[in-house]
């Protein structure tokens, strides 16, 4: 999740192993559970600005939120943390906590001090957040990054394409594929669509999208993990940056629709034609 995370944009992890192992940043705060095992807050903060004193972030909505951030401030003061510090808020309404808990802040000096929100969000919630302008600095997002809310599963299938150098195809109603190995054109400009082809037609001007991974049972990519992860990212970037702003929101996006090149809808006419001259061929040699 973390590796998959960084490539969509996420600028951290609280996993330490994914960070070291692809480069990433590390990041993370304190648990409710951590709060809970001191007496009381201000006692749980000194012990994790001792052992986290480079840009602590406090868990301040244990028990109640403005006086979390309030007992943040006098532990922030008495220690005197002049490096970055931060508040997480995890519940209840972030926009007017975040208001709240910003004034809260700025009356005590700590207009550097970030805040950061948490708490099932998902990315409609976050450009709710935005839209508002509620005083967030980031966010940090587990439960619905981790598990796929809208699709908990993928439907997916080995199709046949071509046996040796026969394209094949179904025809099965809902289930009917394209024959022969394919390709994926695109557009530059961003323009139009993409356009699915023959593995080996002509781009005609526009950028094949399908290479290679696999040769031989063997991944062809052996690039350092950190720098396999960079690429990819660069290429996430790239994509989204390629797509019209339509296609881009968040609420009632409009697609860009694939087609089919001319070479590639002959072969499956022509492929459909065959074998429905084999389906009739069969059914006079049963009679």
Do not use: C
């Amino acid at each position: 999740m973390a590796r998959a995370s960084a490539i969509a944009g996420f600028a951290a992890t609280s996993d330490v192993e994914a960070a070291m192992r692809y480069g990433l940043a590390p990041s993370g705060t304190m648990a409710h559970s951590y709060v809970e095992a001191f007496p009381h807050e201000r006692a749980a903060f000194r012990a994790f600005a001792a052992d986290y004193p480079t840009n602590p972030i406090f868990l301040v909505d244990t028990y109640d939120t403005p006086a979390g951030v309030r007992a943040a401030v006098d532990v922030i003061t008495e220690l005197g943390l002049t490096g970055p510090v931060g508040v997480r808020l995890d519940s209840g309404d972030l926009g007017a906590l975040a208001r709240q808990t910003r004034a809260i802040l700025d009356d005590a000096g700590l207009r550097q001090a970030t805040i950061v929100a948490s708490g099932s969000l998902d990315e409609n919630v976050i450009a709710g957040l935005v839209a508002e302008g509620a005083p967030i600095d980031g966010y940090g997002v587990g439960t619905k990054m981790g598990v796929s809310y809208d699709a908990p599963s993928l439907d997916s299938a080995y199709k046949l394409v071509a046996y040796g150098d026969r394209p094949v195809l179904k025809l099965s109603p809902g289930k009917a594929t394209l024959p022969a190995p394919k390709q994926v054109f695109r557009d530059p400009t961003g323009a139009h669509g993409d356009v699915v082809g023959l593995r080996d037609e002509p781009p005609g001007g526009r950028e094949p999208l399908l290479v290679p991974v696999m040769r031989k049972g063997r991944r062809l990519d052996r690039a350092d993990p950190a720098e396999a992860v960079r690429a990819a990212r660069g290429r996430f970037d790239a994509d989204l940056a390629w797509l019209p702003e339509p296609a881009r929101r968040l609420a009632d996006p409009v697609p860009l629709t694939t087609t089919v090149s001319p070479t590639l809808t002959a072969l499956h006419e022509r492929v459909t034609a065959e074998l429905g001259g084999a389906v009739r061929r069969g059914d006079q040699e049963r009679r």
